[in-house]
């Protein structure tokens, strides 16, 4: 089968490749994939001791071909997305993955494509992840650091779902795209003042914030009242201060019946799906390159069938 592997343990060693199909265990399914989710952690989230070529890639959709005797979840046939991560026999970019039966998984609605399927599981996870936690009320007021991603994206629109005022943050072209999913109140990260911006909107700061992107935390905090809660999607350890909480997203939560409803109210266009391109499978790499500048608008995709 076709692959984007890492062919050795150098960054930027990635190649479309020819390897064997993987063989499943009794626990597993294998899967043919129609369409890849991309995200940053691609060519880096990678189990350890692995032997390469390594297929890259952490989330798809497609086609069960196979199912292992203890899985019971589906059948040959069925269409589904799923995130499959840190499995030694490769990700997710190729024509075949196999999957863990415990991998996060959804069954996809009739009405949705399989690019739009693979657009959902990291980010749709992760912002739940994100958001769920927080002993927010309806009217309370949450700050998004840097929402016009794809995680971004689901956030502003969970956080309206909720009830929350919501401001967020990215560069001004982004300014009525977020307004456009929801946004009260939007700032330009490159502002200096962007902080005292918040701050002169809600007096006193917002009761929230989620910092999506890398060393948006500190920064993050200091629009969040006193007493109010951070929490950083990338993984910041930042140290709290005037009684602000900060938490990394929790990997233990189950999302899965909050993951199916967003799925739903997606495939019933009741929440925005944004897919800035769809590539082709062969094209792989420019997709890596446009997700490694962090400015994606929505999400990027590899389609088997373009
Ligand atoms: N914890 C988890 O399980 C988990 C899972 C998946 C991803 N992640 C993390 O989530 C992040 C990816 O998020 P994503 O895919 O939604 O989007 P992304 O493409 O990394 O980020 C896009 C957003 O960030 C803004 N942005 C770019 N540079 C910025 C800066 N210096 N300060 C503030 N905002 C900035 C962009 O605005 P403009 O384009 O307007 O500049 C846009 O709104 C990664 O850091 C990844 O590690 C975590």
Same mark, same amino acid.
């Given at each position: 089968m076709k692959a984007i592997v /890492? #062919?050795? +343990? /150098? &960054?930027?060693?990635?190649a479309l490749l020819e390897v064997p199909v993987p063989e499943i265990n009794n626990d597993e399914l294998l899967i043919e994939v129609r369409a890849i989710g991309v995200g940053i952690h691609d060519e880096y989230f990678l189990p350890q001791n692995i032997s390469y070529p390594y297929t890259i890639g952490i989330e798809a959709a497609g086609v069960v071909q196979e199912v292992g005797s203890s899985v019971s979840s589906y059948e040959k046939g069925d269409r589904i997305a799923f995130i499959s991560m840190l499995q030694p026999k490769g990700g997710t970019w190729a024509e075949y993955v196999a999957v863990h039966k415990d991998s996060l998984s959804f069954r996809i609605p009739e009405n949705m494509t399989f690019e739009q399927a693979a657009a959902i599981p990291v980010a749709g996870n992760t912002a739940l992840k994100a958001i769920e936690p927080l002993p927010l009320r309806p009217g309370n007021s949450i700050f998004i650091a840097g929402a016009s991603g794809a995680i971004g994206t689901f956030l502003i629109q969970l956080a309206k779902e909720k009830g929350y005022v919501v401001a967020s943050s990215a560069s001004k072209r982004n300014h009525q795209y977020m307004k456009e999913l929801g946004a009260d109140f939007t700032v330009d990260y490159r502002d200096a003042n962007w902080q005292q911006q918040i701050t002169d909107w809600m007096p006193g700061g917002v009761d929230a914030a989620i910092a999506v992107q890398p060393k948006t935390t500190t920064d993050s905090m200091k629009v969040v009242k006193d007493g109010g809660h951070v929490t950083s999607i990338s993984g910041d350890q930042v140290p709290s201060e005037r009684g602000v909480s900060v938490e990394i997203v929790s990997? #233990?939560?189950?999302i899965r019946n909050e993951l199916s409803r967003m799925v739903k109210h997606i495939a019933d266009n009741d929440m925005k799906l944004v897919i800035e391109e769809v590539y082709p499978f062969a094209e792989g790499f420019e997709a890596l390159k446009k997700t490694q &500048?962090?400015? +994606?608008r929505g999400k990027l995709v590899l389609s088997m069938n373009k």
């Open positions: /890492k #062919q050795s +343990a /150098k &960054t930027n060693d990635i990997h #233990q939560l189950d &500048t962090r400015h +994606a």
